[in-house]
Structures are given as C-alpha cells and as structure tokens.
C-alpha cells in the first residue's frame, strides 16, 4: 500500500461525529434522564407513602388505646339520692342517669383529647379574667369553668350537687390530672410563685397538630411512653413555636379527628362483624349499629334518637396525612359561623356534640372541603374538589 491510500485511510477513521449525530444522541440522552427523573420521583414519593402509611398507623393504635378506656373508666361520681327523674322524652331514672354519664364522659375526652384549640378555650383571652390566686392551675381552672355549657347533671359528689354554669362556682365535678398535665404543657410562668398562663398565640397554627402530639406524648403504649414510637424524622416543630407536631414522610403535621362523622370513611369503620343482630343495614346499603355508636354509649342515650337529628355512624377516630399535595381537603377545623355556633350550642345537644351541625352535614368535620375553604387555621385552602384524593388516613382499605 502506498503512503497516498494509508493516508486517505487514517482521515477516514479520524471524522468525528456530524451534527446531526450529536443532536441525536443529546435527544435520547436526555429523553433517557427524564424518564429517569419520573421514575425516580414516582419511586421517592411512593416510599414518602408508605412511609407515611406507618406513622398513621402508629399515630392510629395510641389515639384509639386512650378512646377505648372511656368505655370502661369510671367517673368517679354519686348520685344524689333525692333526685327525682323527671324529664320530657326520658322517663325512667336509669336512663337519666346513662345520659348524664355521656354527657360528663364527652366532656371528659374534650379536655382530654382535645382535636382543637376551641376544646380548651385555653387562650391568652381567655386566661386573664378578674381575680388572681398562688394557685398554679387557677388560670387552668378558671379556663375548665368559663368552658362549659350549663349542664344540669343531678349528679352529686360527697353530697354536693354537680351542676356546670358558665361564670360561676367552680363545677364540684374536677378537671383530671391528665388535662391538667396537658394544658401545662401549653403554658408558661413568669414565676414559681404565680399561675401557669397560656403560651402567647399556640394557637394560631398547627393547634390540631400540636394537640395530636401532646396526647401521644402524655400517653403510655405497651408498658412503654408512647413517644417512643417514633422516630426523630417523624417530630417536628414546623411553625417553630416551641411546640411539636408528628410528621409524614413529605414533612406536614399529621392531623387527626376525635369525632369525623362527616368523613365518608367512618361508616366502614365500626360495624361488628362478630354480632350481626347489633347490625342494621340502611336504604343506601351502609352498614351502621341499631344502638349507640360511640363506644362508650352502647346503650344508645345521645339525645338525638327519636328526634329528627339521630346519631349516625362514627367507628373510630381518624388520623390524616395530607399526603404529597400537602393539602388535607377535609375540615379539620371548623370556621366562621359554624365555629361560632358550636362553641355556643347548649340547649338541646349540649356541646361538645360529636355529629355538630347535625342539620347541616356537609359542614361537619371530616367532610370534603369547597375550593378555596380552609381546613384549619393556617392550614392551605383547597385548589380543587378532589384534594384530598392523596390522603393517607388510618380509615383507609389498605392502611389497615
């Protein structure tokens, strides 16, 4: 071979790739990392889920190991030997007596396991009313009697007849220690020697979410302090106000419900499958108890039967991720009008009522949100009709 055809050879295997080539191969590259990109999106936000999924769950076993004991713990209360059971529509003594005890037991999980900042009333307002005291808990006691509705519950202790009236005598019927302990925790003194008062607006964002975990955080769960639970990844103080939330896997405080009865789910949720005698199946196919639904009024004293307001069915409470779009889409809290009307309502369901409105469904909690309502304070307002489409909740088929 002559030096002219080597040298025609070496140019020809030197020609780099054309134009062409490299907007080509730039193409199929980079079609190649965004599906990548997706994939890998779609993999991360599938483990945040599931992720998610346990801490719901968790959150969902304590929440409903303290609601449970409310069937069976006592109150701690006599009844006034004298007490003559005469009341419209409830004719008989012991029946009189049942309804007192739920209404005093609803009272009890308000201050117990509060879902809302409106439970307590434990507010800066609130606190600063007339008189003073050594006291530590005299503004905590003062907040527990501003809070009630009158309920007249002919119901005595040592003798002394237990009668709740809004500004006045302290209600003989006390605070528990464990609502003590949490209203503390939303407190602050200025001095070992003057009372707890609230701290300055905890309230304002997050409340539902700081309430879930001070429940968790006082509570014991298999012997153990419940806290424990979780993980440093699953508590956070994303408003940075001193209080904690529990956290899912996208970095939004978990929320939870004491009563959703406007959360479709709940009608699934408590049905007896060991005792179908106890099971009535309505018009619309729903399955729902023929007595009362709450666990502990199994013997059906909600004021609401027989009128044209009944209970409905509740199951358990329920524990909500906003899942990834970080918006719940469900009233977590109520608003406006509503919200005033609750806190005020007294006359004939006293309050707190676990189906309130009871004339206006669509507005209970748990229901599906209007575009642009809010869930909360603080919380984002729906951007459409089905954002909570991405929630995880403890209520789910396959969170069980």
Partial sequence: MNNNAMHNTTKKNDRGFTLIELLVVIAILGALSGMFALAYRGAAQEASAQKTKTTVQKVSRVINSIYEQYAMEPLGVSFSPNWVPASAGIPSRTARIERTKLALTRDRLRFEMPDCADDLKWTQVSAFINGTSSNPDYHILRTYKRSHATIDTLLAVNGNPIV?????????????????????????????????????????????????????????????????????????????????????????????????????????????????????????????????????????????????????????????????????????????????????????????????????????????????????????????????????????????
């Fill in 164 to 400: 709740f009236h809004p500004n006045q005598a302290l209600p003989n019927y006390p605070l528990s220690s464990r609502a003590v302990r949490l209203m503390r925790k939303l407190s602050t003194r200025a001095s070992m020697s003057e009372p707890y008062i609230p701290i300055p607006n905890w309230e304002v964002t997050n409340a539902n979410a700081e309430l879930l975990y001070l429940i968790i955080e006082d509570a014991t769960f298999d012997g153990s302090s419940a806290i424990e639970l979780f993980g440093k990844a699953e508590v956070g103080d994303t408003d940075s106000d001193g209080l904690n939330e529990i956290l899912d896997a996208f970095g939004k405080p978990i929320c939870w419900l004491r009563w959703p009865s406007g959360f479709a789910g709940t009608v699934f949720a408590h049905p007896d499958p060991l005792d179908p005698a106890l099971i009535s199946v309505l018009p619309n196919g729903q399955r729902r108890l023929s007595i009362g639904d709450e666990p502990y009024d199994l013997m059906g004293m909600d004021p609401g039967w027989n009128t044209d307001y009944p209970p409905e069915p509740l199951g358990q409470p329920l524990v909500v991720s906003a899942g990834n779009d970080r918006s719940f889409g469900i009233r977590i809290g109520l608003q406006g009008a509503i919200k005033a009307n609750r806190n005020g309502a007294a006359a004939v369901f006293g309050y707190p009522d676990p189906w309130f409105p009871r004339d206006n469904a669509p507005q209970r909690l748990g229901s599906p949100l209007g575009v642009g309502e809010v869930s909360q304070d603080g919380d984002e307002p729906a951007r459409q009709l089905n954002d909570s489409s991405d929630n995880i909740t403890n209520l789910d088929g396959d969170a069980a």
